[in-house]
């Protein structure tokens, strides 16, 4: 059965010892950041705050912050297992003859259960506060020294697009201006920011209506980083993460439809035209994302349950939570990118790569410049898009393993011969690149040279030693205890 809500997967996690309960009085501002940092580079377990400083409200954070904790989210002993689902559905043909059919009816049915279910009301509706509230009721985290305030960091933010009225729900960090009002840190590549600039260039409106969930079941929250295509709705994909539809209710002040089990809704609107200087923020870049303009978010209306849970996160010097979310997003959609590049056996993002700076694939090389047209490809898929160094392999080589990649791939390479260098769109929060979201990029052709690409000297063969010799010195070492 999947969670109906936060409550139901911090349970699941207390009760295989992946929860800690903090009594101690601890502070949001930048002390419960450190408590959860340290605890995330030490494999401890998530923890929820009990009593943070100031308020009664309990945080929970940390939530996704190891592999276990990520299988336990999503409920499979394997995150592979996610990906194998996908690939069956992805492989489905179109049934021959009636006994086909007949066994396509279970699966259709269950294809049938993913989408979003629409209800009249849900535990987030337990308190409506219309007038008399602050969003600085809730312990929300100043994470970091130099921060520009306090950051919801955890946020689903839910937008229509104004062309088709589809649903987005991203996650985009919110900095805190006043009671009612906070920063929406829509980045240029966004889905949520392109719903802005259509409003923005047809004129018909002068807001956009916006809702922002925060504390969800674990499938939900998570569906909410992931990069869709822009028409395919998260909560759809939510429901395909969890075998069961996200229940979902209009909000009260606002044309807009949020998880009904959520534990706060934050409704309003963002007024089309209407900037204020966001940050600094201390990013996954483990570096602070410097000031700029971004919308600016209204709240016009709190739902919450009567006894709410903040659920937030950090983000900083990797490894942290964030990379096992990463991770997982990187096995999961290896099935969609094998789709589009069969070629590709094997991909990896190394934690210090924080996702968008380094990408390590392997190839089953068919054709002279083959490295190069994957690179150029990947460049070209979606939030792939923001990848600064690619370096490809053969499939002989374990991306998965740095240490492999990095010996392969130095001894490999002609750096002229084999780098090249590319201009394009660069993550927003790239500091170094020459101009805020436009740099350059760098693929490395680490694979094996062939005659046909100008290479004619001999190329050697890895150093192995024999099955035979290996097999004799097996029974040797056991003798000498080596």
């Not at 139901?8 to 903090?22: I, K, N, Q, W």
């Not at 401890?44 to 954070?61: D, N, Q, S, T, W």
């Not at 436009?438 to 040279?449: L, Q």
Request: glycine share 6%.
């Amino acid at each position: 059965m999947a969670y109906a809500d936060l409550r139901e997967f911090l349970h699941a996690l207390e009760s295989r010892g992946e929860l800690l309960r903090v009594a101690a009085e601890v502070d949001p501002i930048l002390e419960i950041t450190e408590v959860a940092d340290r605890a995330v580079k030490k494999g401890a377990p998530a923890l929820l705050f009990e009593h943070p400083k100031g308020y009664r409200i309990p945080v929970a954070i940390n939530l996704f912050g190891s592999k276990r904790r990520m299988e336990i989210a999503l409920e499979v002993d394997a995150i592979p297992q996610v990906a194998a689902r996908i690939s069956e559905y992805l492989e489905m043909k179109m049934p021959e003859g009636l006994v086909g059919k007949l066994k396509m009816l279970p699966k259709l049915a269950e294809m049938g259960s993913f989408f979003p279910k629409s209800v009249k009301d849900g535990p987030v509706k337990e308190v409506i506060l219309r007038d008399n509230f602050s969003v600085l009721d809730f312990p929300v985290l100043k994470c970091w020294p130099q921060d520009g305030g306090r950051f919801i960091t955890l946020p689903l933010v839910f937008s229509l697009n104004p062309d088709t009225g589809k649903r987005n729900c991203g996650m985009y960090r919110m900095q805190i201006f006043d009671d009612r009002t906070t920063a929406m840190h829509w980045q240029t590549h966004k889905q949520g920011a392109e719903h802005y600039r259509r409003a923005l260039k047809e004129g018909r409106s002068t807001r956009m209506e916006i809702a922002v969930a925060i504390g969800c079941d674990p499938a939900t929250m998570f569906s909410a980083v992931l990069p869709l295509p822009p028409d395919l709705d998260e909560m759809l994909f939510a429901g395909f993460l969890r075998s069961a539809p996200v229940e979902m209710v209009k909000c009260e002040t606002i044309d807009v439809e949020a998880p009904a089990r959520a534990e706060i809704v934050l409704e309003g609107y963002v007024t089309l035209g209407e900037l204020r200087s966001e940050g600094p923020f201390g990013d996954h870049t483990g570096f602070y994302s410097l000031e700029d303009d971004y919308p600016v978010f209204h709240i016009t209306c709190i739902t919450r349950r009567k006894d709410p849970i903040y659920a937030t996160t950090i983000v900083g010097p990797p490894p942290m939570e964030d990379f096992f979310m990463g991770n997982a997003i990187e096995r999961i959609f290896l099935p969609l990118m094998r789709l589009q590049l069969p070629e590709i056996t094997d991909i990896h993002m190394p934690a210090e790569g924080i996702f968008h700076n380094l990408m390590l694939v392997a190839i089953r090389k068919s054709y002279p410049g083959h490295a190069r047209k994957v690179m150029s490809a990947i460049w070209g898929l979606g939030q792939a898009m923001f990848t600064k160094c690619i370096v490809v392999v053969d499939e002989d080589v374990n991306v998965q393993d740095v240490r492999e990649v990095t010996w392969k791939a130095l001894n490999n390479i002609d750096p002229e011969r084999d780098i090249q260098f590319v201009f394009g769109p660069i993550d927003s929060l790239d500091h170094s690149s020459r101009l805020l979201n436009y740099g350059s990029k760098m693929g490395v052709d680490a694979t094996r040279k062939w005659p046909q690409e100008g290479f004619t000297r001999p190329w050697p063969d890895v150093i192995r030693m024999g099955p035979e010799v290996k097999r004799r010195v097996d029974a040797l070492c056991q003798q000498l205890g080596l």
